[in-house]
């Protein structure tokens, strides 16, 4: 129902890059939110980067002027752009999509399985 799937991780030396996408199984246009988060072992998952239904964008301190997230609604896809990466950009990426369902506001959250970012020094 709301299948995503990331890919493009990897392992990367200091200063390289990589580009995550994330593939709906439906149209993202559905989505009043994406973004990516990240979990490093032993540490609470965190907001890397956000987009909403209007490309309108906000990115953590750590990552901006070197992370860019973007969404192609045709291809129902959503990419993480990653350069100048670090150790400390080392972590499990994930992919996630809100939707509000309620005039309240309640949201429903879809999320990918994750896939591994490796920064070696």
């Known amino acids: 129902q709301g299948q995503l799937v990331e890919s493009g991780g990897g392992m990367v030396q200091v200063g390289g890059s990589l580009r995550l996408s994330c593939l709906a199984s439906?149209?993202?246009?559905?989505?009043?939110?994406m973004g990516w988060y990240r979990q490093a072992p032993g540490k609470q998952r965190e907001l890397v980067a956000g987009?909403?239904?209007?490309?309108?964008?906000n990115y953590a301190d750590s990552v901006k002027g070197r992370f860019t997230i973007s969404r192609d609604n045709a291809k129902n896809t959503m990419y993480l752009q990653m350069n100048n990466l670090k150790p400390e950009d080392t972590a499990v990426y994930y992919c996630?999509?809100?939707?509000?369902?309620?005039?309240?506001?309640?949201?429903?959250?879809?999320w990918g399985q994750g896939t591994q970012v490796t920064v070696s020094s």
């Open positions: 996630n999509a809100r939707k509000v369902v309620t005039v309240e506001g309640s949201t429903v959250d879809y």
């Open positions: 439906r149209s993202i246009s559905r989505f009043d939110n």
């Open positions: 987009i909403n239904s209007d490309s309108n964008t």
